[in-house]
C-alpha cells in the first residue's frame, strides 16, 4: 500500500491530467459527436437546426393551402352563452329552494307551529326551545 501511495505521489499530475483528458474525451463524445438536441417527430429524428424547415414543410404549408381564398367557409355554430346568463341572473327556470330543516335542523318543530292557520291562546305562540343542557363531562 505504500508504495502505490508513493507512486501516486510522485506522478499525481500526470493521474489529474489523465482524469481531465477522460472527462474531456467524454464530453466530446456526449455534446460533439453525439448531440444531446435532438427530437422525435412523427418517425422522423430531427436535430435543432431541421426542426423549422420539417415545421414549414408539413405543418405551415398545408395550413395556408387550406386558407387561401376561394375555399369554402365551414359552418360555425356559436353558443348564445349571453342569453344563457341573462336567464340565470333572471332566475328563469329555477327551483325553489326548499327552507325546512335549515333553521330547526336538530330541533323537532311541534305541529302547533306547522299549523299556520291556529289562533294563538292567552299566552303566545308555541317558541320551540334549544335542547337543554347536555349531561355533565364524563355522562356520555
Known amino acids: 500500500m505504500q508504495k502505490v501511495l508513493d ?3 510522485k506522478h499525481v499530475q500526470w493521474v489529474a491530467l489523465g482524469l481531465g483528458a477522460l472527462w474531456l474525451l467524454f464530453m466530446a463524445w456526449s455534446y460533439v459527436i453525439n448531440p444531446p438536441a435532438k427530437v422525435m417527430i412523427g418517425s422522423a429524428d430531427l436535430k435543432a437546426a431541421a426542426v423549422d424547415e420539417y415545421t414549414l414543410k408539413n405543418a405551415v404549408g398545408p395550413l395556408e393551402n387550406e386558407m387561401k381564398p376561394g375555399k369554402e367557409v365551414p359552418a ?3 353558443d348564445q352563452f349571453a342569453e344563457r346568463w341573462q336567464e340565470r341572473m333572471e332566475w328563469k327556470g329555477a327551483e325553489p329552494i326548499s327552507l325546512a330543516g335549515i333553521v330547526w335542523s336538530k330541533v323537532p318543530i311541534p305541529p302547533a307551529i306547522i299549523d299556520m292557520n291556529r289562533q294563538p291562546g292567552p299566552i303566545g305562540p308555541i317558541v320551540p ?3 337543554g343542557p347536555g349531561p355533565g363531562p364524563g355522562l356520555r
Request: aromatic share 0%; hydrophobic share 45%.
Open 7 to 9: 507512486l501516486l505521489e
Open 76 to 78: 360555425m355554430q356559436v
Open 129 to 131: 326551545q334549544g335542547p
